[in-house]
């Protein structure tokens, strides 16, 4: 059975991203409130989606089944401390912040430990996300397929040990950034070569996809073959900048 009512702690840009995801899949966004200390933040959100419900305290959220913490790390824990004797014992805490562990929202909670975490991902916005959730052992079946089910109206949702989720992160969530901007440039070279908008837009679509599917398929061995590689002189410096950055990334999220 559905959530009748889902809260979420923070207004920014993930909420944005999951709440139109939801939007394109005529999800109730009436079921849905919002809390965040910026008035403009939730100004956003309602011009956005005029049907989410917007609240004014943060006490207030805990009147939701599932609470959404959509906030950066940082703040996490006064916030929980100013929830913590409110909690309904049936309500879920869902934390999409990396780093701060279950165990840790336990701790702050005083025991409270229905509590699961999840990294979202920016293509969940057009309903194709990979949004990995861990969950605690005192939520039961039937509620970790209601977890499930709400994120797979976005994308893939698997289910993955905790210790695993900030490598997803770093490999799924952030993923896109490690690209967009190469693929921007693409784009712009593709309209100064005198190609029309719309057809650098199909080759993108269906060049992009393809790539991968090959990469998958047969690795390195399949780049090998490709006789002209204008990058090529560049490739070992890019990778030792890829290695470093989110090595450090990694590391940061895990320490």
């Not at 784009?187 to 992009?208: A, S, T």
Request: with cysteine.
């Amino acid at each position: 059975m559905p959530f009748k009512n889902i809260g979420f702690i923070g207004a920014g840009r993930i909420v944005k991203i999951i709440l139109e995801g939801l939007k394109n899949k005529n999800f109730n966004l009436e079921s849905i409130s919002t809390y965040d200390c910026s008035k403009e933040a939730l100004d956003s959100i309602l011009k956005a989606f005029p049907t989410v419900r917007i609240i004014n305290t943060v006490e207030e959220v805990c009147n939701s089944e599932l609470i959404i913490l959509a906030i950066h790390p940082p703040v996490i824990m006064e916030t929980l401390e100013k929830i913590k004797p409110l909690l309904w014992e049936k309500t879920i805490i869902l934390s999409l912040a990396p780093k701060i562990t279950i165990s840790q929202i336990k701790g702050k909670l005083g025991g409270f430990g229905r509590i699961a975490r999840c990294n979202p991902n920016l293509t969940s916005i057009v309903n194709k996300g990979y949004n990995p959730v861990c969950l605690s052992d005192e939520i039961g079946e039937s509620e970790r397929e209601e977890v499930v089910s709400l994120f797979n109206n976005i994308g893939k949702t698997p289910v993955v040990k905790e210790e695993t989720l900030e490598a997803y992160a770093v490999i799924s969530a952030m993923l896109p950034t490690y690209f967009w901007f190469m693929w921007d440039e693409l784009f712009k070279l593709g309209l100064n070569f005198g190609l029309k908008e719309d057809k650098v837009r199909e080759v993108l679509k269906e060049v992009i996809p393809a790539s991968m599917d090959v990469y998958l398929k047969y690795g390195m061995d399949a780049y090998n073959l490709i006789p002209a590689r204008p990058l090529k002189d560049d490739e070992e410096e890019i990778r030792n900048i890829l290695r470093k950055k989110l090595v450090e990334v990694f590391l940061k999220l895990k320490n």
